[in-house]
T-cell receptor, first 114, second 113 residues
Framework: DVKVTQSSRYLVKRTGEKVFLECVQD?????MFWYRQDPGLGLRLIYF???????EKGDIPEGYSVSREKKERFSLILESASTNQTSMYLC?????????????FGPGTRLTVL | LAKTTQPISMDSYEGQEVNITCSHN???????ITWYQQFPSQGPRFIIQ?????VTNEVASLFIPADRKSSTLSLPRVSLSDTAVYYC??????????????WGLGTSLAVNP
């Protein structure tokens, strides 16, 4: 069974803090993703990575950065958290096969920025 | 701009067949259609994926007409535990270029006793 784990289920931070969200997958997947999910807006892609040290911006990268130093780990960084970044953050991974959109999601981190 | 449209909500009763349709008029030749299920406080879970015609697995069927501009997820004989949000995803993920993944906003399915 593929397992995608996220470092925290719930997180409360203050405006201006630097926030790290960690994601680890155990299936040697090439691709990893960070999404945020907000009511009425569905899933929106923040960043993705298709290899170690490789990353690409998704649809809403502003205010975020990412790091992928090892294949199994993909980190999302909020350099200076703001209240509009309060959201559910979801990490996902998928193998590198062309056309395969089967993504394996973690349980999510609900981040509240005060 | 590519768009994936699905109904916001649906209601059903236990034992009925439920069909959820997704509209994707601008689907590209290389795009696949994928459906996910999400329960509260969990990440989405893959249900089924297809390219054309019909695909069936142990939990659902996916019907895709010849023009591929829409698709229908069919859940046979739903139970209360099928109450969830269902997402349609259209795209083809190729690392480095031609990345396109277009998510629908989700259909909230309520199954009543």
């Amino acid at each position: 069974d593929v397992k995608v784990t996220q470092s925290s289920r719930y997180l409360v931070k203050r405006t201006g803090e630097k926030v790290f969200l960690e994601c680890v997958q155990d299936m040697d997947h090439e691709n990893m993703f960070w999404y945020r999910q907000d009511p009425g807006l569905g899933l929106r892609l923040i960043y993705f990575s298709y290899d170690v040290k490789m990353k690409e911006k998704g649809d809403i990268p502003e205010g975020y950065s990412v790091s992928r130093e090892k294949k199994e780990r993909f980190s999302l960084i909020l350099e200076s958290a703001s209240t509009n970044q309060t959201s559910m953050y979801l990490c996902a991974s998928t193998p590198g096969q062309r056309g395969n959109n089967e993504q394996f999601f973690g349980p999510g981190t609900r981040l509240t920025v005060l | 701009l590519a768009k994936t449209t699905q109904p916001i909500s649906m209601d059903s009763y236990e034992g009925q067949e439920v069909n959820i349709t997704c509209s994707h008029n601008n689907i590209a030749t290389n795009d696949y259609i994928t459906w996910y299920q999400q329960f509260p406080s969990q990440g989405p879970r893959f249900i089924i994926q297809g390219y054309k015609t019909k695909v069936t697995n142990e939990v659902a069927s996916l019907f895709i007409p010849a023009d591929r501009k829409s698709s229908t997820l069919s859940l046979p004989r739903v139970s209360l535990s099928d109450t969830a949000v269902y997402y349609c995803l259209v795209g083809a993920f190729n690392a480095g270029n031609n990345r396109k993944l277009i998510w629908g906003l989700g259909t909230s399915l309520a199954v009543n006793p």
